[in-house]
């Protein structure tokens, strides 16, 4: 038996827990908040600290409507959970958040307890073949998809081929395209380390050779596209087939869990196929009623306008971020920004001065992005007091000058 193929997480181990023991040291990781109500985090030692790497950009995951959903899913049910598989009975509630969900995107969704456990459900269904044709394709990965699409590679490689290509390699898609009579590409509409997927040439080719499209649109949601739909569901005039996109509830959205957009609004025939093979998924874990009530509180705002003017917000901060900071990939409109360091002892050095002055950021490193290639990963939020932006940049200018000096980093 071959061993390895996909990840070996010994050497992983081995390669990161440098880092992270240097993250622990200068107190960059353990942070316990007593709140973090609009993006500040109130801590156990008396710091307020702005949060510059939080996902939900929006700032939804403090707004008191959302906040009043859950309430309203807790009184309404009178339970936290309903202990029973949700294929056997379930809660009206649950069908509500799913109906809003379907409505707010213009896709049939189904919930699950996160993104993770929607690809989780979905990737092995896909490497069968269920979603084209009985053919189980040519499964494609993006080399940069998530973590939570990769980890899925041992379940697919057992099911069908796989192969994974270089990021955004629109060319060797193809290629494989016209080789194989099915073949399904595994991407991020979003990559957390910026940048998004190649729509237009991603469409050109399902249109061409019939190419099933999945995508991990965990960042893109909320933030992106018309009404929130996304990077890839926000470009969308009506559902495209040969297309599954998975996301999380729990970023951008403000609320909790994940979903699975599998088919165009009002046809719930792939459902119970979806629900059926993913096992764990379908016991006792689900989207508490809290979490639902906090979904039907969100597609409210989706809905009515609100997040349309938040991602108007948004964009301001991150326009006014790009023209203090030069960072790669700053006119990509995304409110995700990389401040390459290259060294991971100067990343975690840079960090420490900007935690000092009163400002979270995540240092990231291998195995999370390349190694050798150490950073800072920066997020915006709507709610971002400009002043505090400027004050940000000047400190983070002021750091890396430092250490510039100190000739840990390149002119
Ligand atoms: C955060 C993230 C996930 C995981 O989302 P959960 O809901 O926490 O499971 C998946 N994909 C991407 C691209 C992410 O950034």
Redesign the pocket.
Known sequence: MVIHQFANIRRQLQLSNTFWDDSTTHGLVDIVAADMRDGIVNDRAGRTIVNFSS?SYLGLDSDPRIIAGAHRGLDETATINSSISRMRIRLSLLEEAEQRLSLTFGAQAVTVS??????WATLPLLASGEFTDGHPPLVVFDKNA????NAMKPLVADETELVTIDHNDIEALEQLCRKHSHVAYIA?G???TGGGAPLDELHRLQDQYGLFLYF????GISTLGRRGRGYVLGGYDGWRDRTLI?A????GFGAS??VIFFGPPGDDSRKPTLLRTSGPLMWSQRINTAGLGAIVASCDLHDDGTVDRLQIDLRERVRLFNSLVDTDLAGDGLPIRFVDIGREDTTVAVAKDMLDAGFYTSPVFFPIIRRGSAGLRLMLRADLEPNTIRRFADTLTASLAAHRDREELPA
């Open positions: 996902y996160s993104c993770a456990a929607a690809a998530h973590f939570c699409l991020d979003v990559y957390s991990d649109e965990a960042h998975i999380s509830l729990n970023k869990g994940g």
